[in-house]
């Protein structure tokens, strides 16, 4: 065994900017949110963050490799977080963890800026992806609105439907990919900095231009593109759906009508404060009483927060404001942007600083 790399799954990890290909255009705010003023859009609009899961993007765009995230600061070459997570388990993930799902972080957090809005799509559930797809994850995510582009007046998300549409009919609308009448059977809910979304497997969703945000997800890739063509790509039938029977796949589709009540009331989550230090606070965004799948909670540092892993690992990224994490084998600087792997076997550590600063703390799925 490697004893340094060992010592590396027992500290604080700096994450790597880890941006990955997609088919449409957007990452201008993830470029201004890491400090380059000068970014733009362009074909890597999301950063995944601490990933350990592959990107397949389709034909000849998938890339051996892609998504996964490296550790290098500070090391002679760069070595892969998965490669840590697998030999290392314990210390990384934490033995609890390591317990109900092996060595899968069972998490895929990304940072995400559409410059275009997005095809609607859905994502397999996990009996589905056990029963079809070999994966003991299906797709359910969540939606954590940092801010919106200033030129887009009504930022917005498109999630389940808001009128009965039979299987048969949608099938019709897919086959004529008559997108209107797909985004006029949806509930289109306006979106602001702050806002939390939760979008359950098998809803049909389509995130509006212009929204920048962090994404929890299960940590598979599987998407269901009920929408195919996207600036200039037309995706075939065999990749909208996960290379299955199409009616097999789209049996996994919600078509659950919600009101509006129902959308905010179960889809729209209203964040809790859980903790208070000082003037500093722990709030929950989205916790487990919502899903198994993950939890995402925002610390706001006001001086010094303490805070510990209770045995089972986070990934954070510093949202705004600048300060150090400081761990029993020494501190760390943060500012805005800064991605961080913290292990199950940090224990107790405190976040300070001279301002403030905001951190955005992202944990797997409950065990
Ligand atoms: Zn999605």
Known sequence: MDVKLKSLAQTPLLLEPNRVWRFYEGGKMIERFQGNSAGADSLYPEEWVGSTVQAVNPGEHYKTGEGLAVISRGLPEPVPLKSLTEQFPEEMLGAAHVKTYGTNSALLVKLLDS????????????????????????????????????????PYVLIAFREEIGRKRYRELLDKQDVKEMMRIMHRVSVRAGDVVYVKAGLPHAIGEGTFMVELQEPTDFSILLERSCAGFTLREDESFLGLDPSLTLSVIDHRVYSEKEVQDELVIKPKRLRKQGESAEYQ?????????????????????????????SILIVLDGEGKLQHRGGEIPLRRGTEIFLPASIGEHVFQTATQMTIFKSMPARV
């Open 285 to 313: 965004l989205l916790g487990y009483d919502t899903t198994e799948c993950f939890a995402g909670h925002r610390l706001e540092v006001r001086g010094e927060l303490g805070d510990a892993t209770y045995g089972r690992f």
């Open 115 to 154: 410059a275009i809005r997005l095809l609607i799509h859905a994502h397999p559930t996990k009996a589905f992806a056990l029963e079809h797809l070999n994966s003991c994850f299906g797709k359910t995510e969540a939606w954590f609105v940092l801010s919106t582009r200033p030129e887009v007046d009504d």
